[in-house]
């Protein structure tokens, strides 16, 4: 059974940074296409980032350059470091396989970017 587990979200002030991690279990793991997601209050999960299985990367284009997704296969962790957090960014963050698998969102974590 797959399952993702998010962790590292916080309250952080405009221009802070967080690194986020998610635990994955399950047997694919290194050979599934990973993501970020965000929802924000009254929409959907969009997609942040992405990392392929072999390790290129995909980002939003309004976000891109202030993100790092990253990936250990060892340990079955997939890591997303936001510097220079701004008001937009606030969310509940989650990951998932991409494209997501609707039965396996976690409780994923919050991040709110405020003064």
């Known amino acids: 059974q797959v399952q993702f587990m998010e962790s590292g979200g916080a309250l952080v002030q405009p221009g802070g940074s967080l690194r986020l991690s998610c635990t994955a279990s399950g047997s694919d793991f290194s050979s599934s296409d990973m993501a970020w997601y965000r929802q924000t209050l009254g929409s959907e999960r969009d997609l942040v980032a992405q990392?392929?299985?072999?390790?290129?990367?995909y980002y939003m284009p309004s976000a891109e350059g202030r993100l790092t997704i990253s990936r250990d296969n060892a340990n079955s962790m997939v890591y997303l470091r936001i510097n220079n957090l701004q008001p937009d960014d606030t969310g509940v963050y989650y990951c998932?396989?991409?494209?997501?698998?609707?039965?396996?969102w976690g409780q994923g974590t919050q991040v709110t970017v405020s003064s």
């Open positions: 998932n396989k991409f494209p997501p698998r609707s039965a396996f």
């Open positions: 990392i392929r299985s072999y390790g290129s990367t």
